[in-house]
């Protein structure tokens, strides 16, 4: 089935390819090869990287490893195991990826590889193996290679669940080990009877510490003390759950659902600016704000965010803070500068909405627009899940009144910042 997958997707693409318009500069190649991985990630519900890599490894294998295709065809190896050979046979010349190829899948290769055939070995064991004959036999220097991959280092980002996120950095081996090898000295040396976290928590500490700026010791437990974020933090959190009358999740941007307690502390101690957002009681929805001008003022950007909570194109994850604003019918065209004429995509998929056919749908005032392919079909964009605030029972009074008060002014502006104040 992986091996008809693969066949699918490579006929498609170069399909697709024979029916484009021939492309006149690079840019247009480009953009021709980002809408079809977008039709794709659309159409099987997976984001764009994974499209991306799933087109790019079924061109691989119908065209450069042969014979990875007909063990994955024969059942005798698992898509695991003919991704890493394709990985592990990047950058390198045909003849180097046949070679590869061969010692791991040929019996007849003149020094095919010793022990258990490639299928039999837990995949991580093939990537072992296949890297170590990798870097023995490429005909480029590590040295030559590292300073192209260098170029490549990044901070990523991945949200979790229960308030938690993982945070990685692909960094030259020597600094990753030299973090890692610093942050797990400082965790030892804070370790003694009268601690109770463990090596694994103290160095996640240790590190928070450093990284936001802090001097001292990592906190006693839990990552309390560690300072918070100094930076433009936009969370929406239900007013008693603010005063802790109630235990309801409050929404960081760029996130999701943090604990009410977390929302307390960044609000209090971290996040300088805190922007007020009417909610409606009967749904949790935001509530409309207008714009005549062509510039978007600060709280539209912000109401921008709070409705869409990411780039709205379907599957991509790009955090609201990074998006550019559109309008989804062009000013110059008669658009207006309202919420339901805007859209706030990633810079990658605004280019791909001027750069090809993908066209956005239009927006209301609660629904970030969808999209329609060059193929014609229609994808509805994601939005955040609103829910209606939760009433606690002995506050039935204060919920009458704020439904008649939304009853009788049913539009109300989007108040501007409002200082934090602390009881």
Not at 64 to 76: H, K, V
């Amino acid at each position: 089935m992986a091996a008809m997958k693969v066949h699918l997707a490579a006929e498609y693409a170069d399909a697709a390819k024979d029916m484009a318009a021939p492309a006149m500069a690079p840019q247009e190649s480009s953009a021709q090869e980002m809408g079809l991985v977008a039709e794709v990630a659309c159409v099987l519900r997976v984001s764009e990287r994974t499209a991306g890599a799933l087109l790019a490894e079924a061109h691989t294998l119908t065209t450069s490893l042969p014979l990875t295709l007909s063990a994955l065809q024969a059942g005798t190896i698992s898509w695991q195991h003919a991704r890493i050979l394709v990985d592990e046979t990047s950058n390198l010349d045909p003849d180097g990826a046949k070679a590869l190829e061969a010692h791991f899948l040929d019996p007849d290769d003149p020094n095919p590889a010793r022990g258990c055939p490639a299928g039999e070995l837990v995949p991580g064991r093939l990537r072992h193996k296949a890297r170590t004959w990798r870097e023995r036999h490429h005909p480029i220097s590590i040295e030559k290679r590292h300073t192209r991959c260098v170029q490549d280092r990044r901070l990523e980002y991945a949200p979790d669940r229960d308030g938690m996120a993982w945070l990685s950095a692909y960094l030259p081996a020597d600094q990753a080990a030299g973090i890692w090898e610093r942050t797990t000295s400082a965790a030892r040396a804070l370790q003694g009877p009268d601690e109770d976290r463990t090596l694994s928590q103290l160095r996640a500490d240790t590190a928070a510490t450093w990284l936001l700026g802090g001097t001292g010791e990592p906190a006693d437990e839990l990552g309390e003390g560690i300072p918070s974020p100094r930076a433009q933090v936009l969370i929406t959190v239900p007013v008693l759950s603010l005063l802790g009358v109630t235990d309801e999740p409050a929404t960081l941007d760029g996130y999701g659902p943090i604990p009410p307690s977390m929302a307390r502390q960044l609000i209090a101690n971290g996040a300088e600016s805190f922007h007020r957002v009417l909610t409606d009681p009967r749904d949790g929805a935001p509530l409309e704000i207008g714009r005549t001008s062509y510039r978007l003022t600060k709280a539209q950007r912000q109401w921008l965010r709070l409705r869409d909570g990411k780039c709205p194109f379907p599957g991509c994850s790009n955090h609201s803070l990074d998006n550019e604003a559109d309008h989804l019918l062009a000013w110059a065209h008669g658009g207006t500068t309202g919420i339901s004429n805007l859209g706030q995509p990633c810079p990658k998929h605004h280019r791909l909405r001027h750069t090809t056919v993908w066209t956005p749908t239009t927006a209301t005032k609660n629904e970030p627009p969808g999209w329609i392919s060059p193929t014609g079909r229609h994808y509805a964009s994601e939005q955040p899940d609103w829910e209606p605030p939760h009433w606690p029972d002995h506050l039935p009074a204060m919920a009458e009144h704020m439904a008649k008060n939304l009853a009788e002014h049913p539009e109300p502006a989007m108040p501007g910042p409002s200082p934090v104040r602390t009881p």
